[in-house]
């Protein structure tokens, strides 16, 4: 079993940046490919970003693109997900989400692609 825990959100300005953080313990992270899904209410759960295993490729959903960034450190079994320009819209509830994948270059972008899922953090940003 894999126990994913998020951090870093909070409320933020419009423009400003956060960075979010998910952390795991126990497993050699570098076997897992990781996303990051968010979810605002009444709004299906949309996909944020994805790395892969090795985190040589990464891929980010339209409405982030340039203004976001996923990174991992497996010697910290942690992955990042830099936001800046930071928008109102960007207002949710974010997840991280772990899969054993055999690919350590692939990226993963569907939430039913992965087996492991944190509890959320919240990320408010206000106009």
């Known amino acids: 079993q894999v126990q994913l825990v998020e951090s870093g959100g909070g409320l933020v300005q419009a423009g400003g940046s956060l960075r979010l953080s998910c952390a795991t313990s126990g497993r050699t992270f570098s076997n897992y490919a990781v996303g990051w899904f968010r979810q605002a209410p009444g709004k299906e759960r949309e996909f944020v970003a994805a790395?892969?295993?090795?985190?040589?490729?990464?891929y980010y959903g339209d409405s982030v693109k340039g203004r976001f960034t996923i990174s991992r450190d497996n010697a910290k079994n942690t992955v990042y997900l830099q936001m800046n320009s930071l928008k109102p819209e960007d207002t949710a509830v974010y997840c991280c989400a772990a899969g054993l994948f055999i690919s350590s270059i692939t990226v993963y972008t569907r939430a039913g692609q992965y087996d492991y899922w944190g509890q959320g953090t919240q990320v408010t940003v206000s106009s």
């Open positions: 790395i892969s295993r090795s985190g040589g490729r990464t």
